[in-house]
């Protein structure tokens, strides 16, 4: 009975996690732009934060994965560059 209990609690916090990471009115896009074979530039893979980051550090580049999230209640533009989604 104990094994089903603790179950069903993980169980809960799966589902409760899972509708925690839920949106609406969320665009995300994905580009594969192997920044490794390019040097980590930002303006050679046109990325949308190369316009902000472009002239960042090389360590700067590597360490965030270029990526942007924007939503109504999130920072848009310049704000939402260099969000590390992984």
């Not at 089903?4 to 732009?33: D, F, K, P």
């Not at 893979?45 to 902000?52: E, G, K, L, N």
């Not at 960042?56 to 590597?62: I, V």
């Not at 965030?64 to 999130?74: K, M």
């Amino acid at each position: 009975m104990e094994k089903m209990r603790v179950c069903i609690v993980v169980l809960a916090c799966v589902v409760v996690s899972a509708a925690a990471q839920s949106g609406t009115n969320v665009r995300a896009s994905y580009h594969e732009y192997n920044p490794q074979n390019i040097n980590w530039d930002l303006s050679a893979a046109s990325v949308y934060c190369a316009t902000w980051d472009a002239n960042r550090p090389l360590e700067w580049r590597r360490r965030h994965g270029w990526t942007a999230f924007c939503a109504p209640g999130g920072p848009q533009g310049q704000a939402a560059c260099g969000r590390c989604l992984r």
